[in-house]
C-alpha cells in the first residue's frame, strides 16, 4: 500500500492573520459568562454534528466502555484525518470537559477562531514567555478533572492512510501531569447501503476508543516521554491497520 507524504503541508484557501496573544491570556478560559455561551454553543454544535455524523460522514463509536465512568482529567490522544475530528472526539467524551489544543495560528480566523475558543481550543503559545503560564493552566484544568485533546501528528492531513510520527507534547503534559492517557483512533471503512450513495470513493469512518495508557516510569523524563510516544504510537498504528477496510488518496481507492 502506497504512503502518503509525513511532511505533506495541508491547505484550506484560507490564511489566518498574525496572531499575538496577551500575557495574561486565559487559556483555559474559566470565566462564568464565556462558560454559559460555550454551554449553548456546543450544545447547538452537537445537535448538528448528530445530523452531520449520521447522514453524512457515516461515523461510528467503538470502545466507550475502556473509558466509562472515569472522572479524572486526561490527555485524549488522536490522528488527525479531517476539519471537523476534534468535535466528533468531544462530542462523544462526554464524561467530563474536553478541550482541543491548536496551534496559535489557528487563532487568526476572524469568525471561526471565534467559534472554535467557544467550543475549547486553547492555543499553545509560540512566545518562550507564554509557556510557563500554559503548562501552569494546564495542570491546573487537569487537576479540576477536565481532559485536553491532542492530535500529536501535529498537522492535518486529510484521510491519510496511516499513522503518523508522534511529537512528544502530549506525552510531556500527561507525563508532568501525572495524566493517564486516553489514546482514539479513526479508522476507514467501506461505504455500505445509504453511504455508498453519497460517498462513492470516500471512507465512512469510525472513532474508537482504546484502553486507557499508563506512562511507565523509565530511567530519565526524556525516555519517559520517548518510550510512551513510541509505544502509544505503535499501539494505534497496528489498531488502524488490523481495522481499516478502505485506504484513500486523491479520491481513490489505494490497493
Do not use: W
Not at 472522572?71 to 475530528?85: E, L, P, R, T, W
Not at 467530563?96 to 487568526?108: A, D, E, F, R
Not at 471512507?203 to 506512562?215: D, F, Q, V
Not at 499501539?235 to 491497520?241: A, G
Request: aromatic share 16%; glycine share 4%; charged share 25%.
Amino acid at each position: 500500500m502506497k504512503q502518503y507524504d509525513d511532511d505533506y503541508e495541508y491547505d484550506n484557501g484560507f490564511k489566518p492573520h498574525e496572531v499575538k496573544l496577551k500575557n495574561n491570556y486565559p487559556f483555559y478560559n474559566r470565566n462564568i459568562l464565556f462558560r454559559l455561551l460555550s454551554v449553548i454553543i456546543i450544545f447547538f454544535t452537537r445537535i448538528y454534528l448528530f445530523f452531520y455524523q449520521h447522514l453524512y460522514v457515516g461515523l461510528r463509536v467503538t470502545g466507550k466502555k475502556s473509558i466509562k465512568g472515569n472522572k479524572k482529567g486526561k490527555i485524549i490522544i488522536a490522528n488527525h484525518i479531517m476539519n471537523s475530528d476534534a468535535f466528533f472526539v468531544t462530542a462523544k467524551t462526554r464524561f467530563c470537559k474536553v478541550y482541543i489544543t491548536v496551534l496559535q495560528s489557528n487563532m487568526g480566523f476572524p469568525i471561526f477562531s471565534k467559534y472554535i475558543r467557544i467550543c475549547g481550543a486553547v492555543p499553545i503559545p509560540t512566545d518562550r514567555h507564554l509557556l510557563k503560564k500554559f503548562n501552569d493552566d494546564t495542570k491546573k484544568i487537569l487537576n479540576k478533572k477536565a481532559s485536553i485533546l491532542f492530535f500529536p501528528e501535529a498537522k492535518l492531513n486529510p484521510f491519510c492512510n496511516h499513522i503518523r510520527p508522534f511529537e512528544n507534547g502530549a506525552f510531556h503534559y500527561a507525563y508532568k501531569n501525572k495524566a493517564d492517557i486516553i489514546p482514539v483512533v479513526f479508522t476507514f471503512h467501506k461505504p455500505r447501503g445509504y453511504y455508498r450513495l453519497i460517498h462513492k470513493n470516500r471512507p465512512t469512518i469510525r472513532l474508537n476508543y482504546l484502553p486507557i495508557y499508563k506512562i511507565k516510569e523509565q530511567e530519565t523524563n526524556s525516555k519517559t516521554i520517548e518510550v510512551a510516544n513510541k509505544e502509544l504510537q505503535q499501539i494505534m498504528s497496528d489498531y488502524f491497520v488490523k481495522n481499516s477496510d478502505f485506504f484513500y488518496k486523491d479520491g481513490k481507492l489505494i490497493d
